[in-house]
């Protein structure tokens, strides 16, 4: 009976987290190499990503509501309440991400174009942070209650942005993806140490946060957890930029990108537990026993 | 003496009996739907064994914190806090994002399917307007719930929190809750279970 307020988001807020995260990152990487290294040919499909992803992902969270026909409410109070600021800024992202692709695809002037993917390559990596900072300011979740996991939500971000801006390069015909390629593994490495750097704070903070982290170490998210994050989001993409290379190699290391920055977001969520109350879950009461 | 006004709960756990009947009397005054309980009664074991077993009640609702995670995180100003102290949800305003479920340390929030809003309880606002106790206080046969000002040093509330030193949940994360208990006798049930380390 008590356990109906434990779990109040469930997978609509992780397919959220997840398709926001993508596309900010796959418009992050890409005006970024476009700053960087002046590409040109990732443009277009950066932004067509980031506009259909983030598009997606809000509508999955407009869907979570109770009262949809009202989410244009959550405006409103954007001095604290993290789910107006979020609003805003996805809405501030979409807008850019639109103008940069009637820039990039009618060719506007070059600078014009630079000043867009500046701002694009901000508003993304604000985009991709909230997710995490959205749970991250809770602090009755202590799991989520950490600078580190809108770090780290970030870095999944670019990860699972750059695979897919290499699949969609890929199915192109590109000669991009290789390189997309390797970025992707960078971001991945990075981010399979911060995962276990996560767990390893969290084990050694409040007994609530070690109660959560047993849960995805042992217990019910142990699955998502081992087999989703890191056999699939961590040891394929491994094995196939190490064995694999050419076309089959990247494909099938982005394909295990997404599906492994799909379960660190699953995992996470549902690891966000409330401290618990005094008599509120027996399986639990040795962490209390003197 | 309007602005000196805090409406809180002091619960005393030496004399709830868990008979369960502030949860039924909450649930039958507000109406609530299926599987909803705004107010209700958990069972706390103290772990000792015979012949010092023992169990006693943990009645928890909404704990009308002075620092309101749940009024923060709204997007939409439903949730707010009123001059007396009352956190109230503005259902016409509540667009039902639950992040002020996500936000509550005590799970005190229920979301309602059908109206597609969060709900919780408001002290019996209703009640309070007409001069009458909150339906719990009310329906408590121990006389464990004991409802008044917690500002005010005459009331029955403010000297049971200062004689019989009650505490609140979770401490730790500075809500400041309204609602207090004085905890079972310390070492006879497990009492001190109550007063965790963060």
């Known amino acids: ?23 900010a990152g796959a418009l992050a990487v890409g005006a970024s190499l476009h700053l960087i290294a002046g590409w040109e040919q990732v443009l277009l499909p950066a932004a067509v990503l980031g506009i259909v992803l983030v598009s997606a992902g ?16 959550v405006l409103s109070n954007p001095a604290s ?24 695809n009618a060719g506007g002037p070059p600078g014009w174009i630079r000043s867009l993917s500046w701002a694009s390559v901000v508003l993304a990596l604000a985009t991709a942070s909230y997710t995490g900072v959205l749970l991250g300011v809770v602090k009755a ?15 999944s971000a670019l990860s699972t942005g750059s695979g897919a801006l290499g699949l969609v390069d ?26 276990f750097l996560y767990l390893a704070i969290m084990n050694h903070s ?52 997404l599906g492994g920055g ?29 | 003496m309007a602005s000196k006004t805090r409406w809180g709960l002091v619960i005393d756990l030496e004399r709830c009996i868990l008979c369960h009947g502030c949860s039924v009397g909450c649930k039958v005054h507000n109406v609530l739907p299926r599987q909803m309980w705004w107010n209700e009664v958990i069972t706390v074991d103290s772990s000792g064994s015979f012949p010092h077993a023992g169990v006693y009640g943990l009645p928890r609702s909404c704990m009308h914190c002075r620092n309101a995670p749940c009024v923060a995180v709204c997007p939409t100003n439903a949730s707010q806090r009123r001059e007396d102290g009352i956190v109230i949800i503005d259902e016409e305003k509540c667009v039902g994002c639950k992040y002020c479920m996500v936000a509550c340390p005590y799970g005190a929030r229920s979301f309602n399917q059908d109206k597609g809003v969060v709900q919780k309880c408001n002290l019996c606002l209703s009640r309070l307007s007409e001069g009458r106790l909150p339906v719990c206080v009310e329906s408590c ?25 009650a505490v609140c949940l979770h401490p730790q994360l500075g809500t400041e809750p309204a609602v207090f208990y004085c905890l079972p006798g310390i070492g006879k049930m497990g009492g001190n279970r109550l007063v965790r380390t963060a």
Do not use: C
């Not at chain 1, 809000?58 to 409410?73: E, H, M, Q, T, Y």
């Not at chain 1, 993290?82 to 692709?101: H, Q, Y």
């Not at chain 1, 996470?268 to 879950?281: D, K, S, T, Y």
């Open chain 1, 1 to 23: 009976m008590y356990g109906q307020h434990e779990s109040t988001w469930g997978i609509k807020i992780v397919n959220y987290l997840f398709l926001a995260g993508m596309g």
């Open chain 1, 58 to 73: 809000s509508l999955f969270l407009v869907a979570d509501l109770g009262r949809p026909l009202n989410f244009w409410k």
């Open chain 1, 81 to 104: 309440s993290m789910i107006s600021i979020g609003a805003w800024i996805l809405t501030l992202f979409l807008v850019v991400a639109a103008g940069f692709l009637l820039m990039a």
């Open chain 1, 141 to 155: 979740r202590p799991f989520w209650n950490n600078p580190l996991l809108p770090v780290l939500f970030t870095v």
């Open chain 1, 170 to 195: 890929l199915f192109q015909g590109g000669a991009e993806f290789q390189l997309l390629g390797q970025a992707e593994m960078g971001f991945i490495l990075l981010e399979s140490v911060m995962v």
């Open chain 1, 206 to 257: 409040t007994v609530d946060a070690m109660r959560s982290v047993r849960l995805v170490v042992s217990g019910r998210l142990a699955l998502p957890f081992w087999g989703g994050v890191v056999g699939l989001g961590l040891f394929v993409p491994l094995f196939s930029y190490l064995f694999l290379p050419g076309e089959t190699g990247v494909a099938m290391g982005a394909v295990a990108t």
């Open chain 1, 262 to 290: 799909y379960f660190l977001r699953h995992t996470f969520m549902f690891a966000g537990l409330r401290p618990l109350l005094p008599g509120e879950a027996l399986e639990a009461s040795f962490l209390v026993k003197r």
């Open chain 2, 141 to 165: 046969i121990g006389g464990a719930r004991v409802f008044g000002n917690l500002e005010d040093p005459a009331s029955e509330a403010y000297m049971l929190i200062h004689t019989r030193h």
